[in-house]
């Protein structure tokens, strides 16, 4: 007799050791997959993994580009770790960066002819206070309504890209930009300062830095990064604890989206210096796979940021030097997602055929 | 050829620290009701689960109809004539009833044979249906009805019910006796499991008794009163202890009063008026089967839950009905609810991160809001020695103990801080019998020391052992107490069975 699908069955026990190498089996098990499809594609598989994964770090140029994109992978990540770590499905981010984009880029232009040392940490302030305000609609509609925050701030990430959309076709569109869909450039006081001539990795890395730091200390030794924990791994233990979890839900989705919001406005002010439409290649959602392949760690999220970046500068060299198209990226960081999670349900449970008569 | 269907014989299944079925032998007689009776925890359960195929037993075997009977699921039981009604319901609560019948059918059916079908089931056994109604719109009786169709449709020779009437009105209750009736008139047989005395007196024939996991007696009910079930229920009780009472001062110091709750949820049990007096330095002790509002008591007594419709609770001369659970520890009033992994101590936090969980203003746990390690630590040692809990160290996570060091741990949690009220539910629910004795033996020398306890039970040696007072509590409403050394067992047991006198 049959029994073709096995059942998934808990495992009693997880093994310590395996969970923390899921995130280096994942990565593995993503080269070989890329290597089949490259061959797939009929390309050598060494040769098409260099370009992708060596070449684009092998000029001090090329880090630095590193740096640039591991930034807001990994403020957004940390962010998002505080929603995870309770257990809320915050997958808006990239609306939340979008917000923080617009509200202080949104400053930037309307100071576009002062130049000031206040301009620049106003600009951050505005671009926290915007990606926090746009977090907690999704904390207010959970907490009141009980509504599912994964479909509300999903559905929100559009309607914060259709207001930027909006804004810099329509009221902040650059009067000497020619009606391109643009705003005016930032003046010099409101751009991020670069740390390096020549190179574009910029302050928002140092911000980045801090603020990893911070959340780490939050996490580890705070009453606060406790009950985030405890409400995550058991509400009813938080219950029995006291611990008020409408508090906790309002205090993960503003600081994710105070994180993201200070992601979007650093590559407003950083490496593009003015407002259109596509500010971000989906920072807040590749952000998403970072904090998971980090394991919620502020050191893990690190390397994880570093690591899905080189996915995106890989996919522009292949473009270039391989003629693949640059959606490659994305399908490599799918692949590390989908074999993280995969990982993750075989740590806790094991597959079993049933016998059956 | 006899009359009886099913043979159980030596049927033993047993579970990490803890063997739920012990040889347990007994024959079903054909076309008749049979009762498993028996206390939460009795064996009832994986009996039943043993009999649908969703356990397999270690040792023994089933007869049915004279042949060898295994299953290894529960469609395969269906297929062999066996069928059951869950406690809880599987239907999908946005399909129709219609749909929800055809999904949960081995073999393919159309529409309209099933509704030719549910005609003369609908009929015959009193069993009406909407049959476009979205399961939502539906009472809970309802709800088993569709499940009893559900089970119908494939022509059981034996029918499982678990518990059917926890989530019944008495009027849907009676119409479901009707239902059981038609059926046994047809030559089906029912197997039904309950702990309540009464229903198995009116409409079963024959009885089954159980108790840890042991066959007490199985006997024609005709010559059975409650009293009697209840005795072979709960056993035998030990002798009255030597409790102390000198202890006690006559000062009131905690205070229930008049508490009702209504829940507008099926699976949840409304509490009814419920008082109760607790003095200075005494146990107090809740008994009752699982089920009867015990949980949702415990919620109210902690601040888990403040949305009560009427009453109050006074502790030294403070309202406190409206304060959540920090509030309260802020008052010295400390509590362990039943269960272990997940409520009262989080399986993948340490030991000293566990000790967060419940901080009472003496102890220094928090400054300007970062954790004091050090002071964290030394408290989970000071537990882990008082109380010798066997572990590794504080840093070891909670899910590494056994039941019994866990329970020894977050009791002494809550001891350690020296409350001047303990309530505790289930102090010692499925641990082993040393941790239960030095569990015991603490909660008395507390007492003795001056907290009050409240203690909510389903184990009436426990309580017995250890309460100065107890009162029962059933459907939601709470006896009033019975000084522990005076009571007699075959009182308790019929007001844990639903019977006044």
């Known amino acids: 007799m049959n029994n073709l699908f096995p059942s998934i069955v808990s495992r009693s026990q997880s093994s310590g050791l395996m969970n923390f190498f899921v995130p280096i089996i994942s990565i593995v098990l993503t080269l070989i997959t890329g290597s089949i499809i490259f061959i797939l594609l009929g390309f050598d598989p060494a040769y098409a993994l260099y370009t992708f994964f060596i070449s684009p770090i092998s000029s001090t140029y090329g880090i630095s580009e590193l740096f640039v994109k591991a930034t807001p992978l990994a403020l957004i990540a940390i962010g998002l770790s505080y929603c995870f770590k309770n257990n809320i499905y915050n997958i808006g981010a990239e609306g939340q960066l979008t917000m923080g984009a617009i509200f202080g880029g949104g400053i930037a232009i309307l100071f576009h002819d002062t130049n000031a040392f206040w301009l620049l940490p106003l600009m951050i302030f505005a671009g926290a206070i915007g990606g926090a305000l746009w977090g907690l609609i999704p904390a207010i509609l959970k907490t009141k309504f009980n509504t599912n925050e994964i479909l509300t701030s999903l559905m929100l990430v559009y309607v914060a890209l259709f207001i930027l959309d909006y804004l810099v076709v329509g009221p902040w569109k650059d009067p000497f930009g020619y009606s391109f869909p643009k705003s005016r450039p930032f003046s010099e006081s409101g751009r991020m300062p670069l740390l390096f001539d020549g190179l574009r990795v910029h302050f928002g890395l140092i911000i980045t830095l801090f603020l990893i730091f911070v959340s780490w200390f939050i996490f580890s030794k705070t009453i606060f990064g406790f009950q985030l924990k405890v409400s995550g791994y058991s509400p009813k233990a938080a219950r029995y604890a006291g611990f008020n979890q409408t508090t906790l839900v309002f205090f993960a989705f503003a600081v994710c989206g105070a994180f993201a919001g200070i992601a979007g406005l650093a590559e407003v002010s950083g490496p593009i210096g003015l407002l259109y439409r596509d500010i971000s290649p989906n920072y807040g959602f590749t952000a998403i796979i970072v904090a998971f392949l980090g394991r919620l760690h502020p050191i893990g999220i690190i390397f994880a940021s570093l690591v899905i970046a080189l996915t995106y500068l890989g996919a522009e060299d292949a473009q270039l030097f391989l003629q693949i198209p640059s959606a490659v990226g994305f399908i490599f960081q799918g692949l590390v997602l989908f074999y993280l999670l995969g990982a993750e349900l075989l740590i806790n449970y094991k597959l079993t055929y049933k016998k059956l008569l | ?501």
């Open chain 2, 1 to 501: 050829m006899s009359d009886t269907i099913l043979n159980i014989e030596n049927i033993t299944k047993s579970f990490p620290r803890v063997i739920a079925n012990k040889k347990v032998t007994f024959d079903i007689k054909k076309n008749a009701v049979h009762a498993i009776l028996g206390e939460n925890g009795a064996g009832k359960s994986t009996l039943v689960k043993i009999l649908y195929g969703l356990l397999e037993p270690d040792e023994g075997n089933i007869k049915l109809n004279n042949k060898d009977f295994k299953v290894n699921s529960p469609a395969e039981a269906r297929k062999q004539g066996i069928g059951m009604v869950f406690q809880h319901f599987s239907l999908f609560d946005s399909l129709s009833v219609k749909e929800n019948l055809i999904l949960g059918i081995d073999e393919k059916m159309s529409y309209s044979d099933l509704e030719d079908k549910l005609e003369n089931i609908s009929s015959r056994y009193n069993l009406p249906l909407d049959l476009d109604a979205p399961i939502t719109a539906l009472s809970a009786g309802e709800k088993q009805r569709v499940e009893i169709v559900r089970i119908l449709l494939q022509d059981p020779q034996i029918l499982i019910m678990d518990e059917p009437t926890s989530v019944l009105t008495p009027q849907e209750v009676e119409s479901l006796f009707v239902t059981l009736n038609a059926l046994v008139k047809e030559g089906r047989t029912i197997l039904y499991i309950t702990h309540k005395l009464e229903e198995v007196i009116s409409i079963c024939d024959t009885v089954t008794i159980m108790r840890s996991g042991e066959i007490i007696d199985t006997s024609s009910t005709s010559n059975q009163t409650a009293k009697t079930l209840a005795t072979k229920m709960l056993g035998q009780k030990l002798d009255d202890l030597k409790t102390n009472y000198g202890h006690i001062k006559d000062k009131v110091n905690f205070e229930v009063k008049n508490i009702s709750c209504d829940f507008n949820d099926p699976f949840l049990t409304d509490l009814k008026n419920i008082s109760f007096q607790v003095r200075v330095g005494e146990i107090y002790g809740i008994a009752g089967v699982a089920g009867n509002g015990q949980s949702e008591l415990m919620d109210i007594l902690t601040g888990e839950n403040i949305n009560i419709k009427s009453g109050s609770i006074t502790f030294d001369s403070k309202k406190i009905e409206k304060y959540g659970p920090q509030k309260r520890r802020d008052l010295s009033i400390s509590f362990v609810p039943e269960n272990r992994l997940g409520h009262s101590a989080v399986p993948e936090l340490s030991l000293s991160e566990n000790i967060l969980l419940s901080q009472f203003p003496k102890n220094n746990f928090i400054k300007n809001g970062i954790i004091l390690k050090n002071n964290v630590d030394d408290f989970a040692n000071n537990v882990i020695n008082e109380f010798k809990v066997i572990t590794p160290g504080n840093d070891a996570k909670a899910s590494s103990l056994s039941g019994g060091n866990l329970q020894k741990y977050v009791i002494g949690r809550e001891i350690s801080s020296k409350p001047k009220i303990l309530i505790i539910s289930h102090p010692t629910w499925g641990i082993d019998a040393g941790a239960e004795h030095s569990i015991r033996e603490s909660l008395i020398e507390l007492s003795q020391n001056g907290t009050s306890i409240i203690v909510i039970s389903q184990d009436l040696d426990e309580l017995i052992e250890i309460t100065h007072k107890i009162s029962v509590i059933y459907d939601g409403k709470l006896s009033k107490p019975f000084r522990t050394s005076e009571v007699e067992i075959e009182k308790l047991g019929l007001l844990m069975g639903g019977k006044n006198e």
